[in-house]
């Protein structure tokens, strides 16, 4: 452990609770292009959705940070992992269940599914079995819970697209290099002006279409700068340039995100988030500053936690 976490970790003893959720694939639903309706009420859980087509940008990280966040309020959280090859969010999750059991703490957990490839032979089977597992998840995620959170692959995929149709709100993890930002727009290389949108940028589109179609709803797209540098280089200020250019052009809200600190990376074997960790002797400066970064990114989501609190 570095950065202090052995000593923050043993903080956490005592720490928040909450109901443990469980996993697998449910059967039945509706079109994820529809409202999926709360059981009670007819009240819709508001879906938050990562996506991001590129690995490494720290979805995960963020998801599960989010979770924690609305746990920690009270809030009745489900999440899904469309990512059944590398599961992230599951090993997350799991990871805090185990730590959870072997230090005797009862922390908060979320009500967690995977959504399995299909293995049909044809293309349109499996599309159509993975549409229906999605829709069946979905739909009973939305029934019993306030938030639900999805946690996409870093890649195009059919499971990804369905995701992103239905979110509420969309958040994009990225890198802060223009490496990443590739993935949202074109820019020229010598001015730095912008092209165009980007593959990305393009089905995230899509998917708003879809979703006013659907249900006259729309999806609030947040793009999150991740791993930013302490410092003040050219190649920040650039990027930062481009990207608020191409806000006001496409359409989303950015969020400052995590700084590239060891804390979060160092977090996942045990589970734990800045969330459950008890605020004491054992934390450094860096600590701190990165459970700061949290609390300015859920600010910045503007959740509709006020409604979901008076209606549950």
Same mark, same amino acid.
């Given at each position: 452990m570095v950065d202090g976490q052995s000593g923050a970790l043993e903080t956490a003893r005592g720490g928040i609770s909450g109901r %443990?959720? $469980?996993?697998?694939?449910?059967?039945?639903?509706?079109?994820? $292009? $529809?409202?999926?309706?709360?059981?009670?009420?007819?009240?819709?859980?508001?879906?938050?959705v990562l996506g991001n087509e590129k690995g490494g940008s720290g979805k995960t990280t963020s998801a599960m940070h989010v979770i924690a966040v609305l746990l920690q309020e009270g809030f009745r959280v489900?999440?899904?992992?469309?990512?059944?090859?590398?599961?992230?969010?599951t090993r997350y999750v799991e990871n805090r269940a185990a730590w959870s059991q072997s230090n005797g703490v009862r922390l908060a957990m979320p009500d967690h599914q995977v959504i399995e490839l299909s293995d049909k032979e044809t293309v349109a089977e499996r599309q159509e079995d993975e549409r229906e597992r999605f829709q069946a998840g979905l739909a009973r995620a939305s029934a019993a819970h306030d938030f639900v959170v999805i946690d996409c692959p870093g890649s195009d995929s059919f499971l990804s697209r369905l995701g992103h149709a239905v979110a509420d709100t969309l958040i %994009?993890?990225?890198?802060?290099?223009f490496v990443d930002f590739d993935l949202l727009a074109r820019v020229?290389?010598? %001015?730095?002006?912008?092209?165009?949108?980007?593959?990305?940028?393009?089905?995230?589109?899509?998917?708003?279409?879809?979703?006013?179609? #659907?249900?006259?709803?729309?999806?609030?797209?947040?793009?999150?700068?991740?791993?930013?540098?302490?410092?003040?280089?050219?190649?920040?200020?650039?990027?930062?340039?481009?990207?608020?250019?191409?806000?006001?052009?496409?359409?989303?809200?950015?969020?400052?995100?995590?700084?590239?600190?060891?804390?979060?990376?160092?977090?996942?074997?045990?589970?734990?988030?800045?969330?459950?960790?008890?605020?004491?002797? #054992?934390?450094?400066?860096?600590?701190?500053?990165?459970?700061?970064?949290?609390?300015?990114?859920?600010? %910045?989501?503007?959740?509709?936690?006020?409604?979901?609190a008076g209606e549950g």
């Open positions: %443990t959720g $469980e996993s697998g694939r449910m059967e039945g639903g509706q079109r994820p $292009e $529809e409202p999926q309706k709360a059981g009670s009420g007819g009240r819709r859980a508001h879906v938050i489900a999440s899904m992992d469309l990512d059944s090859r590398q599961r992230s969010l %994009t993890p990225m890198n802060d290099s020229d290389p010598q %001015t730095y002006e912008i092209k165009g949108p980007s593959v990305y940028s393009e089905m995230v589109w899509e998917s708003r279409k879809r979703r006013a179609m #659907a249900d006259g709803g729309s999806i609030d797209w947040v793009v999150m700068r991740n791993r930013l540098s302490m410092l003040d280089a050219k190649n920040k200020r650039r990027l930062e340039g481009v990207l608020e250019a191409l806000a006001d052009r496409i359409g989303f809200r950015l969020a400052p995100g995590f700084g590239e600190r060891v804390i979060f990376r160092e977090m996942f074997p045990s589970g734990l988030t800045l969330l459950d960790l008890k605020e004491g002797g #054992a934390w450094s400066m860096s600590h701190v500053a990165a459970r700061a970064e949290v609390r300015q990114l859920i600010e %910045t989501l503007d959740l509709p936690l006020a409604e979901m």
